[in-house]
């Protein structure tokens, strides 16, 4: 019965992955690293607006990602 779906799951998952790659790729350095244990994070300061979107854009396009893989997985 979805054995007419995978191929253009298929395609869809390539595409899912490519962008997951790139949107990670595009995201910017958090800057905290090991300066969060003497203090000196951005620990009281909000995300900026470009990061919000950024990680819930990370967060959309990988549990798609996820349920597509999953798909695969069972189909074949």
Same mark, same amino acid.
């Given at each position: 019965?979805?054995?007419?779906?995978?191929?253009?799951?298929?395609?869809?998952?390539?595409? #899912?992955?490519?962008?997951?790659?790139?949107?990670? %790729?595009?995201? =910017? @350095?958090?800057?905290?690293? #090991?300066?969060?244990?003497?203090?000196?994070?951005? %620990?009281?300061? =909000? @995300?900026?607006?470009?990061?919000?979107?950024?990680?819930?854009?990370?967060?959309?396009?990988?549990?798609?990602?996820?349920?597509?893989?999953?798909?695969?997985?069972?189909?074949?």
């Amino acid at each position: 019965m979805f054995e007419r779906l995978f191929q253009p799951v298929l395609i869809v998952h390539f595409i #899912l992955a490519v962008a997951v790659v790139g949107i990670i %790729l595009l995201q =910017g @350095p958090k800057g905290e690293g #090991l300066g969060a244990i003497g203090g000196s994070a951005r %620990l009281f300061h =909000g @995300p900026r607006p470009r990061e919000t979107l950024m990680t819930r854009l990370t967060i959309a396009v990988s549990v798609l990602f996820v349920f597509t893989a999953t798909f695969l997985a069972f189909v074949r």
